[in-house]
């Protein structure tokens, strides 16, 4: 069975895109077969893998609208070698058209399902909203990953999402958990980030990761090469906390 994962914040900016698109690639680089859902519009993290968004015959769009299957859709990552629902523009239309159909928040979870078998790990990579599209990702998650920034108002942001979660738990999805709290863009030199850093660690004790992904040029710069920063350059700093974040995450699923 795959484990499925969203990786979710309500916040743009702040390393969704960059988290799924790096754990994907570690994940297949440690063996695990991977499959990377873009969920966002924007087709960042499609872009990100070395697919070209403007060229796509299928996306998440037709999955969710029933118009094609899964295996009509996925493309495999030239760089990172795993496999892509992608997305581009025409994904922003399923939001209004999921609207009038039967099961609308179960879409996605209905497509994964049926190649269920094929995979280790599912990661979805969410829009920086609560739509009907993140609410199809958690539908079809066993857990969330929290990417942050360990800034001023990041707690506060925490609770809204943290409620949102809960209530797709008691509405629509009794599987879903938080995964974990994933420190992004780190820079250890800013007191306040390490004062955010120390609260999180108190509220949320081991739900924090370990793994702490600092501020690094090359995870920047390897989307605009079509390619995760752990395949563009593997001994940058970035790409080194994304491997540890992996390793970390596989650590963890076996005590869940
Ligand atoms: P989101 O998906 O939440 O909108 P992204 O992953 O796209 O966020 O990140 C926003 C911007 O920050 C992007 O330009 C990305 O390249 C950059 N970025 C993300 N993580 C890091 C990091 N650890 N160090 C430096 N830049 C980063
Ligand atoms: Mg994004």
Not at 13 to 19: F, L, P
Not at 58 to 80: D, F, I, N, Q, T
Not at 145 to 159: H, N, R, V
């Amino acid at each position: 069975m795959a484990h499925v994962f969203c990786v979710a914040n309500q916040k743009g900016g702040v390393g969704k895109t960059t988290t799924s698109v790096n754990l994907a690639a570690a994940l297949h680089q440690a063996g695990k077969r991977t499959l990377l859902v873009d969920l966002d519009p924007q087709g960042n993290a499609t872009m990100g893998s070395g697919i070209d968004k403007r060229e796509l015959t299928h996306s998440v769009y037709h999955l969710l609208v029933g118009l094609a299957e899964l295996e009509a859709v996925k493309v495999e990552s030239p760089s990172g070698s795993y496999d892509v629902l992608p997305a581009n523009r025409d994904l922003a239309g399923a939001e209004i058209e999921l609207v009038n159909l039967e099961r609308r928040e179960k879409r996605l979870r209905e497509a994964l399902a049926a190649r269920d078998a094929d995979y280790d790990f599912v990661l979805i990579d969410c829009p920086p909203s609560l739509s009907l599209l993140t609410l199809n990702g958690l539908c079809s998650a066993h857990g969330v990953i929290i990417p942050m920034q360990c800034e001023y108002f990041a707690l506060e942001g925490l609770s809204d999402l943290v409620n949102s979660i809960k209530k797709v738990h008691a509405n629509f999805n009794r599987d879903l958990k938080i995964i974990g709290l994933l420190r992004v863009m780190f820079d250890p030199r800013i007191t306040l980030q390490q004062q955010v850093s120390a609260q999180l660690e108190s509220h949320f004790g081991n739900k924090v990761f370990s793994a702490v992904v600092p501020r690094n040029i090359r995870l920047a710069e390897a989307p605009s090469h079509g390619m995760p920063g752990v395949v563009f350059d593997r001994s940058s700093r970035g790409a080194q906390a994304y491997l540890a974040f992996a390793a970390e995450l596989i650590a963890r699923i076996k005590t869940l």
